[in-house]
């Protein structure tokens, strides 16, 4: 079962424009991780942000995390067309590596 | 470093038979993880090898079964297969609580 949902579950943009996507998840966790798919295709890792991390930055993404509120944003400036994939958050509660994936929005930045 | 590949990358199966799937991790990687991705149910968790001993499973019937070798390989099997199971099924490696990096994954279809 999935325990995140990101949100929105699709969204279009122009390049150039910033994308925001948020995840909401259930239980506690250890870490939180961001992954992109283009096309059925592999899972390529994005970022990873821990429980006790509230914001981190690599190249043109940043995340955030809200324990609190158990939700996490990925924010993507300067959007281009080669960013359009699926996204996916992955939570773990740690001692183990099996990680719960939501069900991933869908990005298309058009040129 | 060579990343995770899996093999094979696609594979038709007739309803009845049974499919074995590979996974080599990256080189030091002890722990692999086995995915099921579906357009209806998403990705969801297979199981996952931590030197030869399976650490967690998921909540799929025993006909799916997986191993792990001494160099850290891994295999999955999949017996009397059903339409259901075809799916993207994706490997990935990590260090311990660290990042996972998924293979291209291997589109299994079942006629």
């Known amino acids: 079962s999935q325990q995140g949902e990101e949100d929105p579950q699709a969204l279009s943009i122009q390049e150039g424009e910033n994308a925001t996507m948020n995840c909401s998840y259930k239980t506690s966790i250890n870490n939180l991780q961001w992954y992109r798919q283009n096309s059925g295709r592999g899972l390529v890792h994005l970022i990873l942000i821990r429980s006790n991390e509230r914001e981190k930055h690599s190249g043109r993404l940043r995340v955030t995390l809200d324990t609190s509120k158990k939700s996490s944003s990925l924010l993507i400036t300067a959007s281009r067309a080669a960013d359009t994939a699926s996204y996916f958050c992955?939570?773990?509660?740690?001692?183990?590596?099996?990680?719960?994936f939501g069900k991933g929005m869908k990005l298309t930045v058009n040129p | 470093k060579a990343g995770v590949t899996q093999t094979p990358r696609y594979l038709i199966k007739t309803r009845g038979q049974q499919v074995t799937l590979s996974c080599s991790p990256i080189s030091g990687h002890r722990s692999v993880s086995w995915y099921q991705q579906t357009p209806g149910q998403g990705l969801q968790f297979l199981f996952e090898?931590?030197?030869?001993?399976?650490?967690n499973k998921g909540n799929f019937p025993g006909r799916f079964s997986g191993r792990q070798f001494s160099n850290s390989r891994s295999e999955m099997n999949v017996s009397t297969l059903e339409l259901g199971d075809s799916a993207l099924y994706l490997c990935?490696?990590?260090?311990?609580?660290?990042?996972?990096?998924f293979g291209q994954g291997t589109r299994l279809t079942v006629v």
């Open positions: 090898y931590f030197s030869e001993t399976q650490r």
């Open positions: 992955a939570t773990d509660k740690g001692g183990s590596e099996k990680l719960v």
């Open positions: 990935a490696s990590s260090l311990a609580g660290r990042v996972a990096f």
